[in-house]
């Protein structure tokens, strides 16, 4: 089975802060993403990559960025943490190909005060 | 351009009554369409998905969907609702080009009462 893990399931960070979100997958896929997901709002797309050191903005890419150094990591990064970045975050990784199929994580929830 | 709409954000059924989701979706390429579950602070599962064949795709947990390109829909059911149904479900379709993206839906939250 695909597993996709993060590195922590809550988080509390204060504004200003810088946070990072770490994704890591052990099946070898060639695309990962980053969502952030609240309430009404579904999931929104930050970030992908499709493949090492290739990243594309996403829906809502201001006031992240993120890094992919090696195939089976993909992290977040949350510069100056502000409140309206408190969220849940779900990383996603799925393989290349035409079947779009995406494998998640656990989510990380995130709040900063 | 792709799009997903859930008719209902939320839905609530009694148990052992029959759980229907719906999902309308625009696609301007061959429609791949997806049916993910969430419980409760967890991550999403796919429940099922269609590419190409039968258009009635079967899934986990007893969940089955059926494509209807005539009415560009692909709406969930189960015949009988169970207290572990109750979770969030999020319908998606592939977007056109390379870019291995999903349209997703705003998610129907499913009650079951007992």
């Known amino acids: 089975d695909v597993k996709v893990t993060q590195s922590s399931r809550y988080l509390v960070k204060r504004t200003g802060e810088k946070v990072f979100l770490e994704c890591v997958q052990d099946m070898d896929h060639e695309n990962m993403f980053w969502y952030r997901q609240d309430p009404g709002l579904g999931l929104r797309l930050i970030y992908f990559s499709y493949d090492v050191k290739m990243k594309e903005k996403g829906d809502i890419p201001e006031g992240y960025s993120v890094s992919r150094e090696k195939k089976e990591r993909f992290s977040l990064i949350l510069e100056s943490a502000s409140t309206n970045q408190t969220s849940m975050y779900l990383c996603?990784?799925?393989?290349?190909?035409?079947?779009?199929?995406?494998?998640f994580g656990p989510g990380t929830r995130l709040t900063v005060t | 351009a792709q799009s997903v709409t859930q008719l209902g954000s939320h839905v609530s059924v009694s148990e052992g009554a029959l759980v229907l989701l719906r999902c309308n979706y625009s696609s301007s390429v061959p429609p791949y369409l997806f049916w993910y579950v969430q419980y409760p602070n967890q991550g999403l599962q796919l429940l099922l998905k269609y590419t190409t064949g039968a258009t009635l795709v079967k899934g986990i947990n007893g969940f089955e969907a059926e494509f209807k390109k005539s009415e560009t829909s692909f709406h969930l059911t189960k015949p009988s609702a169970h207290m572990s149904d109750a979770a969030e479900y999020f319908c998606a379709v592939r977007t056109a080009g390379n870019n291995r993206k999903l349209i997703w839906g705003l998610g129907t939250s499913l009650a079951v009462n007992p």
């Open positions: 996603a990784s799925s393989l290349s190909g035409l079947i779009y199929e995406q494998y």
